[in-house]
């Protein structure tokens, strides 16, 4: 496994919770990063994404000003800080490495994508 997602959970809408992605084998040190989520029967939708060195970030609609990503590089981790958390963004998450270095909205701007981990919110 290349890219680990963990810190997925149950929590009550208006909680928090911190997603991490680890690069274990420190692959993509060098690769855009994001964060994608597919909520129950729907397509998978872009979350939030951000440059090699975490010089630039965007995010969906949906999440700004209530997601944060960031990166360590030294640890070769990408986390996605998640607050005032609405039923609506339950799904399963995943992380992907870009194919370039920059952030990145697209799908097929993704070049590996990692397993998901669950993300519940009760209302």
């Known amino acids: 496994v290349q890219l680990q997602a963990s810190g997925g959970g149950l929590v009550q809408a208006g909680g928090s919770l911190r997603l991490s992605c680890a690069d274990y084998?420190?692959?993509?040190?060098?690769?855009?990063m994001g964060w994608f989520r597919q909520p129950p029967g729907k397509e998978r939708e872009f979350v939030a994404a951000i440059a090699w060195n975490g010089g630039s970030t965007i995010y969906a609609d949906s999440v700004k000003g209530r997601f944060t990503i960031s990166r360590d590089r030294t640890k070769n981790t990408v986390l996605l800080q998640m607050s005032s958390l609405k039923p609506e963004d339950t799904a399963v998450y995943y992380c992907a490495a870009a194919r370039s270095s920059a952030s990145a909205m697209l799908p097929s701007e993704y070049r590996y994508w990692g397993q998901g981990t669950q993300v519940t919110v009760s209302s």
């Open positions: 084998r420190r692959t993509f040190s060098n690769n855009g």
